[in-house]
């Protein structure tokens, strides 16, 4: 059975303005951290600085396909249309951010982007599989499951694309966020980006979970 | 469950009768090999990865060939409703697609590699290992395409969404596969043996995840 | 099967379907005997027994089942590549039954000399007469027929007005949808009209 009604007490409208100022606040100071604040390197001059967008955006594309994923149960499981509205709005800002990454990478770092290009491909057939749809219950579950085997499949993309190259993407960027050789105030002002850029991934996941919720809404009040 | 191997049984009897689904599988692999060793030249094509690679390629997309073919069989007339509507319906279908399709997949995966070993005359290093990575290749491969055919089932342009959904999470399958004959052909035995292993793993991941999941995506 | 309970129910059950609403909280109790369902076309008479069926989610509500359902749709649902016989030699073995039923059931319905035949070389009403004699061939108490007499002969509406007569003496629940042969109000135990998928007893 679908829930029909509203998750009551609906608090985002209320915590989406003073979320929006912390985000854009904490990305304005992230910016100015990465830009000038933080030292240059010692090999490879200013134009490593990218790693303080490449970075989080690598973070937040994980981190949307893992909240798609847990949205995806949620629905299945409770069959709650809150979740639905979850997973689609996390696929939409994870596309948006992991199209932007291959971008910010296509600059900075050498390709074998076959990953990243994966999980791209995966957040479009996402979309696509949910757009094709007409029927809206439908349309949830056919979702959830791909969102479900497309997520399980990412780490097994990295380990199998790992083992069989000698070039790997990933090691790359986990090193420069890990490595021992970064120095302190590079490390500081990269937790900042991070903590920059989930606030406007919240902020926005809080604006598109509204307007879906708004539109189901609208849809089930026919019933 | 043998309710899985009833539902199997009955596709691979309507399979026998209209071998379509067959036919277009191993007619695409015989042509891709041929376009290959033509386009890139005897040579190259020899080259135990460049060969690999294409023919789990082409596999992949036979696969989603028959298993479209399947389905489509089974919208004719609406007998997978017949089959849903049945207690424990939704459950033996997954089970059963994918053991018949696996089934047909052996044959095709066999006839199209004697074809590609006979066609590009490529020497076979260790012949065992290649039998059992090529069919613990073909294992893996059924579970995903069903979950996406299944997904797309009464969807406009599903010819072009289901490769879409597919291909990208067989990657890691299509890598082991392709690492693993490759090694099978140049003799290096505990690589293909590893890469066998890796994809009798992601047979039982994905087969296991299709049972659970699959069924209430079914309608 | 005389003994067996058999009955089918809707809770306050709501289907929607590409977000439009195609039953509003129906209420439908069908016991031992037959019901008829009775409406203009798209007033739900499908939809109510294919969400009798289990083959569409509610949105709302339930179903309840005291024994297995066999549903025999608008189309004949047999698998093409198939005989009829092999076809419903599936189901049997499916539900766990036995198969030696089969050879007489597609004699008695006329389809004798094609039971060895592909469905797609049947004919539409050979096809239709096929799929009928499941009623013989799987022994369940809820039968739900949605319009079974299309495409059939003379031969087939007497067959079928018949098996339904016979279904309805051995206890089963029988329910038909249809909007004509009101030959069988006199048959039916109860009678539900829908209408815009709203249903009421009639």
């Known amino acids: 059975m679908i829930e029909t009604t509203l998750p009551r007490g609906n608090v985002l409208p209320r915590i989406r303005p003073w979320l929006g100022i912390a985000a854009a606040a904490s990305f304005v100071v992230a910016s100015v951290m990465a830009l000038f604040w933080a030292p240059t390197d010692a090999v490879q001059g200013d134009v490593y600085r990218i790693l303080y967008v490449h970075v989080p955006l690598a973070w937040l594309a994980y981190l949307a396909f893992v909240i798609v994923f847990l949205a995806s149960v949620g629905w299945l499981w409770t069959k709650r249309p809150f979740f639905d509205a979850v997973a689609v709005a996390s696929a939409e800002i994870g596309v948006l951010f992991t199209g932007l990454f291959l971008v910010a990478g296509s600059i900075w770092a050498k390709p074998t982007w076959g990953v990243w290009w994966i999980m791209f ?6 979309l696509l599989l949910r757009g094709l749809s007409t029927d809206f219950s439908r349309r949830a579950t056919r979702a959830a499951v791909f969102g479900i085997i497309a997520v399980i499949d990412v780490p097994i993309v990295h380990l199998s694309v790992l083992w069989a190259n000698s070039l790997h993407q990933l090691p790359t960027v986990l090193r420069a966020a890990g490595s021992p050789a970064l120095d302190s105030s590079m490390l500081l002002t990269l937790m900042i980006s ?21 539109r189901q809404g609208r849809l089930w009040t026919q019933t | 469950m043998d309710r899985i191997v009833l539902v199997a049984a009955r596709e691979l009897r ?18 891709l090999v041929l376009l290959e060793s033509l386009v890139v030249g005897p040579q190259i094509a020899r080259d135990a990865d460049v060969a690999s690679a294409l023919f789990w390629l082409a596999l992949a997309f036979a696969t989603i060939l028959a298993t479209m073919r399947s389905f489509d069989r089974e919208l004719e007339d609406d007998a997978l409703e017949g089959l849903v509507a049945l207690p424990g319906g939704r459950d033996a279908l997954f089970g059963g697609k994918v053991l018949s399709l696996a089934i047909v997949l052996v044959l095709v995966a066999t006839i199209g590699g004697v074809l590609s070993l006979v066609l590009l005359d490529l020497p076979v290093g260790l012949p065992a290992h290649l039998l059992i990575v090529v069919l613990l290749g073909v294992l893996a491969l059924p579970p995903i395409v069903v979950v996406d055919v299944v997904l797309a089932l009464r969807l406009r342009a599903r010819a072009a969404l289901v490769p879409i959904l597919a291909l990208p999470v067989l990657v890691p399958q299509l890598v082991a596969a392709t690492r693993g004959t490759s090694a099978a052909l140049t003799g290096d035995a505990v690589g293909a043996l590893s890469w066998a292993g890796l994809l009798f793993a992601f047979a039982v991941v994905y087969t296991v995840i299709g049972l659970t999941i699959v069924p209430a995506a079914i309608e | 099967m005389r003994t067996m309970q058999s009955s089918a129910s809707l809770h306050d059950a709501t289907v929607v379907m590409d977000d439009r ?6 209420n439908v109790v069908v016991g031992p005997g037959l019901t008829l369902v009775r409406g203009p076309n798209g007033s739900g008479k499908t939809t109510l027994l294919r969400a009798l069926a289990g083959l569409v989610p509610l949105a709302r509500g339930d179903r309840r089942l005291s024994g297995d359902v066999l549903y025999i749709g608008h189309r004949p649902m047999l698998l093409r590549g198939l005989t009829a016989r092999e076809n419903l030699e599936f189901f049997a073995r499916f539900r766990g039954g036995d198969t030696h039923a089969i050879d007489g059931a597609l004699r008695a319905w006329g389809v004798g000399e094609e039971m060895d035949r592909p469905v797609e070389r049947l004919s539409a009403g050979e096809r239709r007469r096929a799929a009928l004699a499941r009623v013989e061939t799987e022994r369940v108490p809820v039968l739900l027929l949605d319009e079974p007499f299309a495409d059939l002969d003379d031969a087939g509406v007497t067959r079928l007005r018949q098996t339904i007569a016979r279904a309805r003496e051995d206890g089963r629940a029988v329910v038909v949808a249809t909007h004509a042969h009101r030959e069988l109000d006199e048959l039916a135990g109860s009678q539900i009209a829908i209408d815009d998928g709203a249903a009421t007893a009639a």
């Not at chain 2, 309507?14 to 042509?31: H, K, L, N």
Request: overall charge positive.
């Open chain 1, 121 to 126: 491909v995966m957040y479009v057939g996402y």
């Open chain 1, 194 to 214: 991070l903590f920059a850029y989930t606030l406007i991934y919240a902020y926005f996941m809080s604006a598109r979970v509204s307007l879906e919720l708004a």
């Open chain 2, 14 to 31: 309507a399979e026998r009768r209209q071998p379509d689904g067959v036919v277009a599988a191993v007619t695409f692999i015989a042509v």
């Open chain 3, 21 to 26: 609403v195609i039953l509003r909280a129906v």
